[in-house]
Nanobody, 123 residues
């Protein structure tokens, strides 16, 4: 059974940075990893994903150039560096492990999910 535990969320001001981390157990290095978020009243949406070997990434348009996803397969961790945060980035952020090695954007492509960490960006 895979367990994912996120950390690093918090309350920041617009323009600030945060770094989210996700610690995984079991079968980590064979699968792509992703970050998703759910804002109040909205569906869960794709944010970023990275291939199993870390060689390729994928981002939603609104975070390109501001967010960076990375992974350390030796430590079974995946991170999301978030810079130039905006109030519209406010959401619960979830780490997820894919069924596959490629960085897909649909929630159905992911088998395991963390409990989420709250990110709040004030204007």
């Amino acid at each position: 059974q895979v367990q994912l535990v996120e950390s690093g969320g918090g309350l920041v001001q617009a323009g600030d940075s945060l770094r989210l981390s996700c610690a995984a157990s079991g079968g980590f290095s064979n699968y792509a990893m992703g970050w998703f978020r759910r804002a109040p009243g909205r569906k869960r949406e794709f944010v970023a994903a990275i291939t199993a070997n870390g060689g390729s990434t994928n981002y939603r348009d609104s975070v390109k150039g501001r967010f960076t996803i990375s992974r350390d397969n030796a430590k079974n961790t995946v991170a999301l560096q978030m810079n130039s945060l905006r109030p519209e980035d406010t959401a619960v952020y979830y780490c997820a492990q894919s069924k596959f090695g490629t960085p897909l954007i649909t929630t159905s492509s992911y088998d395991y999910w963390g409990q989420g960490t709250q990110v709040t960006v004030s204007s």
